[in-house]
């Protein structure tokens, strides 16, 4: 289009960029603020809650980082989310490829009941899930959770497998069925390849969103012990920290860090995730 | 076709699985749900008692039920009310893709990775009436004034609680509308545009008749999710902003539910709220999903 910088639209594009950048700062303004108080001493916080730190002082993070309570939240953590997304991943690569490829009675179905699971969500029903799972004998520890999450990521995993599947010209399965290869053969070792963009794009916004989860975790974890680390800072911030904010917010910023560095690296693919049911 | 050889049986079996998933985890505590509805029960022993309808007749008779049914109401309607604006200015601001607009895309999708967790703390801390950021920032200009410094207490006091839970769930959500309005932006053929700018050259009437029919589609998923976020996920964050509080102000329906449940032991009458959660937010996604799901269906 015409770029012609005349006095109105130079002045209009200044403006554009002014509100921009304060709605900018408005966005990244509180989470830097909660990193410049993880960087003081509590006395330096309590004498300036809002100036910047005279110099990083990186005892909070080191306190954090050594308490074993903390250790073991990102532990549990780590567990909880790897095991969830590996049941996600590997159960809707099977589920995407038949929908999308096999046509059956019912498939329709099925996928309407998919996409209805991940445009509910679980904690309308979290009263009954705890019942439920209790009579299961699934809260002594952190399967029902690791279950609960595999559940609640499933529906939207088999639905952009399914897209990925259908996006693939299906020349290469026929290649290979002709050699003569099964059905599980095909999917592991022709089609998975193939898939793998999509199952990144899963595996992303499945960790983003169950590595943040909180109330599910807070209500289907049976003790303190197994907390996640969502939930663990929560209870800890009701409890412990919350006069000590430098500490709390070394926590915090430790919390979000594995999502943020993630973020940089692969907005693009996170983004994707986010925008699959609009496109 | 690629398919002929694999017989219908095969694809159910590999369906199956994360069909399981589904039914288990959704079908069951459902059900659950239904059965506990209509019992009275204290979660520890052994007999339940069947009720019929008493638990519902109770919570229609309840004030704080529909308290917190109209606050979840309005903490819908009204987070679509400032999502929707603040997110279209932005979407349509950022729709060229130019280093700079890349880097305002970052800035403002970014609270979105963050954990509920971490987001509520991290308001609580702003909202702190003594060493909060916003307190500070109303005072640094109260000075200008000659006035003297605030202590406000923002999640405490009755006629803000609401209204500040309200800001920092927009803070955390305006990311996730503006960029399904950004995708759905990116759906509009550049030729409907081009078109629109040789017929009229007034930018408000172009996004009126151009930009925002096209954009009906995502709008109505936007609608969709604010609202049953509202029941859903909200909930979590509310309970650790304000608790519900004060005085009931900031009380999901959730909220209630999880009061009922986990802490009053009154089984059956939380699960007759979630019966009731579910009903509201299963018609408002049932539309929507089977659309999405025909158009899917299409190709």
Avoid: C
């Amino acid at each position: 289009m015409t770029t012609s910088l005349t006095p109105t639209t130079r002045s209009r594009s200044f403006v554009r960029h002014a509100l921009l950048l304060s709605l900018a700062v408005m966005s990244l303004g509180p989470i830097l603020w909660i990193v410049s108080i993880s960087l003081k001493t509590q006395r330096e916080f309590a004498a300036d809650p809002f100036g910047l730190p005279a110099r990083l002082d990186l005892n909070a993070y080191v306190q954090v980082l050594t308490d074993e309570r903390m250790l073991r939240f990102i532990w549990n953590s780590v567990v909880v989310t790897s095991v969830a997304i590996s049941l996600v991943l590997a159960l809707s690569v099977l589920a995407g490829y038949a929908l999308a490829r096999i046509p059956f009675r019912g498939a329709n179905l099925l996928l309407v009941l998919f996409i209805l699971s991940d445009a509910i969500p679980l904690f309308v029903v979290i009263i009954p899930l705890y019942v439920f799972l209790n009579q299961l004998g699934l809260l002594n520890g952190v399967w029902g959770l690791v279950l609960a999450y595999a559940a609640s990521k499933m529906g939207l995993a088999v639905f952009i497998m399914r897209g990925f599947f259908r996006s693939i010209p299906s020349e290469m399965e026929d290649a290979a069925a002709i050699d003569g290869a099964g059905t599980f053969r095909l999917i592991w070792s022709v089609l998975l390849p193939i898939a793998l963009p999509g199952a990144i794009v899963v595996a992303l916004f499945t960790f983003v969103s169950l590595w943040n989860e909180y109330f599910l975790a807070a209500v289907l974890l049976p003790s303190q012990e197994l907390f996640t680390l969502p939930a663990g800072l929560a209870s800890v911030f009701m409890s412990r920290y919350s006069t000590n904010w430098p500490l709390l917010a070394a926590g915090l910023v430790i919390s979000i860090l594995p999502t943020v560095l993630l973020f940089v690296f692969a907005q693009r693919r996170i983004v994707e995730g986010w925008t699959v049911t609009v496109k | 076709m690629a398919g002929r050889r694999i017989s219908g049986w095969t694809a159910f079996l590999l369906v199956l699985p994360a069909f399981a998933f589904f039914a288990i985890f959704y079908l069951g505590p459902a059900l659950t749900g239904a059965y506990l509805s209509v019992h009275e029960w204290n979660g520890i022993s052994a007999d339940m008692e069947f009720v019929g309808l008493d638990n519902f007749a109770r919570l229609f008779n309840t004030e704080r039920f529909w308290s917190a049914l109209a606050i979840n109401w309005i903490v819908a309607l009204a987070s679509i009310a400032l999502q929707i604006p603040i997110a279209l200015g932005l979407a349509l601001a950022l729709s060229r893709r130019t280093r700079a607009t890349s880097a305002y895309r970052s800035a403002i999708f970014l609270p979105q990775v963050l954990s509920i967790a971490a987001v509520a703390i991290m308001w609580v801390l702003i909202y702190d009436p003594y060493s909060g950021l916003l307190n500070k920032l109303i005072t640094v200009v109260a000075g200008w004034f000659g006035m003297g410094p605030v202590f406000m207490a923002w999640l405490g006091e009755t006629n803000t609680a609401l209204a500040s839970a309200l800001v920092a769930t927009t803070w955390y959500s305006v990311g996730l509308t503006t960029i399904l309005l950004l995708a759905g932006l990116g759906g509009i053929p550049p030729e409907y545009d081009d078109a629109a700018r040789l017929e009229t050259s007034s930018q408000v009437q172009r996004l009126r008749y151009v930009t925002l029919p096209m954009l009906r589609e995502v709008m109505l998923i936007i609608f969709v999710l604010v609202i049953s976020g509202s029941f859903g996920h909200l909930v979590g964050f509310f309970l650790l902003l304000t608790g519900g509080g004060p005085a009931g102000r900031t009380e999901l329906l959730g909220i209630y539910m999880y009061q009922s449940g986990m802490r009053g032991y009154q089984f059956g009458y939380a699960s007759a709220i979630s019966v009731v959660l579910v009903v509201i937010v299963l018609s408002v996604v049932i539309v929507p999903v089977l659309r999405i799901a025909r158009q899917r269906l299409e190709y």
